[in-house]
Structures are given as structure tokens and as C-alpha cells.
């Protein structure tokens, strides 16, 4: 064996002893509240399918009469022949459904932060970044080359202070809108405020509130009443939308701009036209979907008022995102696959996708739950808590 793979395995071996290796499930049903993973039945509190669009039948339609048309594959990068009519038609009604002048597609939400950031900032600029930001917005910065400054959670002050000592040619504030692992909304308002006095611009990662947040789910930035010519927001389409993808949305000249820098448009295939066929009828779902909305907030407000823990608790997320913080590594593991072993699918999420110390249960509630599905957890993680001893490895 080489020194490369010796390395490996020991980093590898390592990461096992602590309770951090992670590893996959092979899902064989469609996203929904019951699936079948490696084998067996579940209810699942897993998917960011919050809307439960991922195996709605407008859409599975609309895919289907789509790649009977166009066929499976863009074949070319989109400044090739690969822009075909269902991704542009998709574009112009992404951006007017958010309320921006422009939009533009990426294959994924990771493509997206890296490819915008990196287009937009450089050498001599400033990106300044909450701590807990995604990992695709701390890597866009990397990428840009510019200097980057990461400021404490949610912290107004100190994001302020960095503002006013950079003596950057150009500035972008990036930070989540719902954050992922914590369900939190950033305090968009505050930071805009400060981007207008300070000559920034803030880039709004809406992974995970767009669908869900804002009237008829138009996102954060609709659901906080905010509208600025330096906003930039990024909305994905695999979570609440149902499918897979993303898009940015901005002032025409960004998206025109982006379209001639943006590594991570210009130089990849983009995804198969069958696909914004159905991310068009999903937009359609979305801005009639109050009914859905609605079920997904009254799981979430039944969770919060009737789980009662000592020991673990959940923090204060208003979002269908509900961590339910464990703390010790092998103890979150322990829990989970407690809840697997009676047949209820939660991840257990662990450094270094959140800190040090708060390893916890990601309950991710989507309107495809019921009364009954919610009740079934939190009667399990009740009886959780007295059966499993603190400090418990699985």
C-alpha cells in the first residue's frame, strides 16, 4: 500500500473512532413522509422536500411530456447550443415570481455560490461571511481570491465594524437566509441597512426559504418585505421546489455580467430541459400552494409545543428545519439509531458540519406530514430520553 492510501485509511480509521464517518442510504421509493431505505420501511424525517413536491404528479407529468419533446440531455454548455427553451421560459418565471429583474440557472446550489462569488469578487475586494454559513458560500469566497472576513452568528455589530475598517475596492455581505443546520432566519433587514451605508452588496443564500417563506412562498427576501437593487439571492429547486437545480436573481446588468464570468455556468453542461418543465409546473404548485404551507406550519408549531426534553432540546427555529441539540457525538448517533430501530429515520448531524460540541437530530417536517407521523416522533424521542443513559454510544 502506498504512503497516499496508508494516510487515508488511517484518516479514515480516525474519523470511525470518533462517530464521524458518515455514510449513504439507498433509497428505494420515491421522497416522501414513509420510504423504503437499504431495505425497510420508514417515516422519514430527512428530506428538505418540505412542500412534498418531489413526487407530485403535475410535475412527474410535466417531465414526462417534456423529455418526450426535448429529449434526456442539453448536450452542450449553455453559451454552446445547450440553452434550451424550457430553461429560458424557466428563468423568465423564476424571476418574476421572487420580484427580480433577472434570473439565471444553475445545475445546483453549490455551483451557484461558487460560480456567482467567485465572478463577482477579486483580488482587491472584501466578502464577509457569517460563521455558520454553507460551505458553498465559504468556498465561492476562497475561489474569488478576495479577502475574506467571517464574522460571529447573526452578529449585526460585528459585521458593522468589519464594514467600516475594509477599505475594499468592492464588498458582498453572503450569508443564508434559513440556516441549514440551525433553522434560524438571518437578519437580512439589518445587514441590507448596513450594505446601503457602507457601499456592499449582500448575497442571500434562500436554499431553504424560498418555497416555503414569504407570501406564496416567494422566499426570505419577500417574506422580511425587502427589495434593493444590492440584493442578490440564490434559490435552489431540489428542496422545497420539488426537483433539482438552482438559480440566481438580481439586477438584469449581474445576471448579463454573470452569464460572461461565472465559470460554473459557462463551462458545464446544464441540466436536462425535462427538468425546468417540471420546475415550471413546481413554481405554479408553489404560488398556489397556501394549503401545503399551512400543514407544514401547524406540524411545526405541534412539534415545538408537545416535545418536552430535559436532557436534549430544540433550538428556536420558527422553520421546517427543528435541531434537536444532543451535544455529544456518539450520544446523537446513539439516539438516532434508536429512533431507526423503531422505524423513524432522523440524521444525526456532526462536526464539522456544525461545531464542536453540538452534534445533534436535523428533524426536517414537510406537508406531506400528519398529526399522527409528528405525534409518533415525539412520543419516541419521550421514551428516548429515558432509556437511553447520557453519554450512550451506539
Not at 220 to 247: D, E, N, W, Y
Not at 297 to 318: N, T, Y
Not at 347 to 367: G, K
Request: net charge negative; proline share 5%; with cysteine.
Amino acid at each position: 500500500m502506498s504512503d497516499l492510501l496508508e494516510s487515508l485509511r488511517a484518516d479514515l480509521d480516525k474519523r470511525q473512532t470518533l462517530g464521524l464517518m458518515r455514510q449513504r442510504r439507498l433509497l428505494d421509493s420515491p421522497q416522501a413522509e414513509h420510504i423504503t431505505a437499504n431495505g425497510q420501511p420508514f417515516l422519514s424525517f430527512c428530506s428538505n422536500d418540505y412542500l412534498s413536491l418531489a413526487n407530485d404528479t403535475a410535475l412527474v407529468t410535466a417531465l414526462q411530456e417534456a423529455a418526450a419533446e426535448a429529449g434526456v440531455g442539453s448536450g452542450a454548455s449553455n453559451l454552446i447550443t445547450g440553452h434550451h427553451r424550457y430553461h429560458d421560459q424557466l428563468e423568465q418565471a423564476l424571476a418574476a415570481f421572487v420580484g427580480q429583474p433577472a434570473a439565471l440557472l444553475f445545475s445546483t446550489g453549490y455551483m451557484a455560490n461558487i460560480g456567482v462569488i467567485s465572478a463577482l469578487m477579486g483580488r482587491d475586494d472584501a466578502v464577509f461571511s457569517d460563521k455558520l454559513n454553507h460551505a458553498c458560500l465559504n468556498d465561492g469566497a476562497f475561489l474569488s481570491r478576495a479577502t475574506h472576513h467571517r464574522f460571529a452568528h447573526n452578529d449585526v455589530a460585528a459585521l458593522e465594524k468589519l464594514l467600516q475598517a475594509s477599505t475594499a475596492r468592492h464588498k458582498l455581505v453572503t450569508a443564508d437566509a434559513v440556516f441549514s443546520m440551525d433553522g434560524d432566519i438571518a437578519p437580512l433587514a439589518a445587514y441590507l441597512a448596513l450594505c446601503e451605508r457602507y457601499d456592499a452588496y449582500l448575497y442571500v443564500d434562500d436554499a431553504h426559504g424560498f418555497g416555503v417563506l414569504g407570501p406564496q412562498g416567494r422566499g426570505s427576501l419577500k417574506h422580511l418585505g425587502l427589495q434593493s437593487p444590492r440584493l442578490i439571492m440564490m434559490g435552489t429547486l431540489g428542496k422545497a421546489a420539488g426537483v433539482a437545480g438552482a438559480f440566481v436573481a438580481g439586477e438584469k446588468i449581474v445576471i448579463d455580467y454573470l452569464i460572461q464570468y461565472a465559470n460554473s455556468y459557462i463551462y458545464t453542461t446544464p441540466a436536462p430541459p425535462p427538468l425546468s418543465a417540471a420546475l415550471l409546473a413546481s413554481v405554479k404548485e408553489i404560488e398556489h400552494g397556501d394549503a401545503r404551507r399551512k400543514q407544514l406550519f401547524d406540524m411545526i408549531a405541534l412539534l415545538k409545543s408537545e416535545l418536552s426534553l430535559s436532557r436534549w432540546h430544540l433550538l428556536p427555529s420558527e422553520t421546517a428545519i427543528q435541531p434537536l441539540v444532543v451535544g455529544d457525538t456518539h450520544e446523537a448517533l446513539a439516539l438516532s439509531q434508536y429512533l431507526q430501530a423503531r422505524g423513524i429515520l432522523v440524521p444525526a448531524i456532526r462536526p464539522p458540519t456544525v461545531p464542536a460540541h453540538t452534534s445533534r437530530l436535523r428533524i426536517s417536517l414537510s406537508a406531506a406530514h400528519s398529526e399522527a407521523n409528528v405525534r409518533a416522533l415525539i412520543a419516541a424521542l419521550h421514551a428516548a430520553e429515558r432509556e437511553i443513559p447520557a453519554g450512550t454510544q451506539p
